[in-house]
């Protein structure tokens, strides 16, 4: 019986080292990160999350544009302004190929992975995708569940240690939660897929609702979808099975044995314990308050929200000279941005450099249109008019269509004649 109850104790020890190591220090360690880096507040963020991430981020997936000399380097990434996801253990991935994004260029399509708290990935990619779908933005999706992992890693972390610890039934019950863990993953992770095929908003294309793929291949529109399970659910199901057999097996090594009483040494771990997950705790609230969590998670809610019609009325607008010109740097940052994700596009596909279409129309029109106009995801834009494409860019600024406005909002106004003109010639080259 004693060597029954070492080994339970054994196999829920693993299975605390795998939560702790691959979601519970990630996701406390890089909790805020992603809100700091995007209002540009980078001094606030710890020093102690540029080697977590880093350690974090060998042999993961990042996305293709991001330069050789940069990858894995958060600090890097941050100053060219590089898509950056988070370093907890990746639970699902999620990916799709489409004409418009050739093998040479996207060998591995277009994969996004989902974590407990966040995503990584292609998912700038794959929201310009499903803006043509009339899907909401990936972040949407598990928005409240994301916010609240990191708390409930904590409290899984602390069940495990207090099963450890003490010989008290009733503590042993709630072993139940990490069994089931893979298959709550599951259930939630489904609900957001059958949400987002069934809450569709105008796109380029219309599509019927559907339940987008959980597992498996498919097919979108012309897109091909694949969906499968990568390391972060195989450490769940090896949390599971070992929760499960440590459980059992400690069940059964105490069902005939008299209850000791606990010492003094249980009670002294045990408030190392507390203290341990309080104090992570305490300092993701504080974290969250400084990043204004609830707002932006409001913000965000709010605006997968159908707007309702309303008249436009197109007048001439007051601007503020400091306003126009913060508006220009604006502009500007996001052309720097915009080139430097080009710059490493032709790096990596070699071909892109070969297109004769200037570098304004491949970062704003190209991903949709594709790169000679001949349409893509996007209609055809060979052989249309000036004035045609001006009145239709017009009429999409004035109803705020969310796939052009976001383009037209980094553009000033020379760079969109500069576009209307040069798309006008496509027909002749």
């Not at 940069?70 to 999620?94: A, H, Q």
């Not at 974590?115 to 310009?128: A, I, K, Q, W, Y």
């Not at 209609?379 to 045609?388: Q, S, V």
Request: one cysteine or more; glycine letters at 8%.
């Amino acid at each position: 019986m004693k060597v029954t109850y070492f080994i339970s104790k054994i196999l829920a020890v693993f299975a605390l080292t795998i939560i702790l190591y691959g979601f519970v220090i990630p996701s406390v360690g890089f909790h805020g990160t992603l809100e700091r880096i995007k209002d540009g507040r980078i001094g606030d963020i710890p020093s102690y999350v540029y080697p977590l991430w880093n350690f974090y981020q060998k042999d993961r997936y990042i996305s293709i544009n991001t330069p050789q000399k940069t990858r894995g380097n958060l600090r890097g990434m941050i100053e060219i302004s590089e898509e950056i996801g988070v370093p907890s253990m990746p639970i699902w991935k999620f990916s799709l190929e489409a004409p418009n994004y050739p093998k040479e260029a996207f060998p591995y399509g277009l994969p996004v992975f989902i974590h407990f708290d966040g995503l990584s990935g292609e998912v700038h990619e794959m929201n310009t995708i499903n803006h043509y779908v009339g899907m909401a933005h990936m972040e949407r999706g598990g928005i409240y569940e994301r916010a609240l992992a990191p708390y409930s890693l904590i409290m899984l972390a602390m069940l495990l240690a207090l099963f450890i610890i003490y010989d008290i039934k009733w503590i042993d019950t709630f072993m139940l939660i990490p069994v089931l863990l893979p298959f709550l993953f599951i259930g939630i992770y489904g609900y957001w897929l059958y949400w987002f095929g069934h809450t569709l908003q105008d796109g380029a294309i219309k599509i019927e609702p559907f339940m987008p793929i959980l597992l498996g291949d498919g097919k979108v529109a012309q897109f091909t979808t694949h969906a499968y399970p990568v390391i972060g659910f195989w450490a769940l199901l090896s949390i599971s099975i070992l929760s499960l057999f440590a459980w059992r097996l400690k069940i059964k090594a105490l069902k005939y044995q008299i209850a000791q009483k606990t010492t003094f040494l249980q009670h002294f771990f045990m408030i190392l314990v507390l203290v341990g997950g309080i104090s992570a705790s305490i300092h993701m609230v504080i974290t969250d308050m400084r990043v204004n969590t609830l707002e932006k998670i409001s913000a965000i809610v709010s605006s997968t929200k159908p707007k309702p019609i309303t008249e436009v009325i197109v007048q001439t607008p007051i601007v503020n000279a400091n306003e126009e010109m913060e508006k220009e740097r604006e502009r500007e940052a996001e052309r720097q941005k915009q080139a430097l994700k080009v710059k490493a596009l032709e790096e990596r596909a070699g071909s892109v450099g070969k297109f004769k279409v200037s570098q304004l129309y491949k970062s704003n029109c190209a991903p949709c249109h594709g790169v000679n106009g001949e349409g893509a995801m996007g209609t055809k834009l060979i052989g249309l008019k000036k004035e045609g494409m001006y009145q239709k860019l017009l009429e999409y600024k004035q109803q705020q269509e969310e796939m052009h406005s976001e383009i037209l909002e980094h553009m000033s106004e020379e760079e969109v004649q500069n576009v209307i003109d040069e798309i006008s010639r496509f027909g002749a080259q």
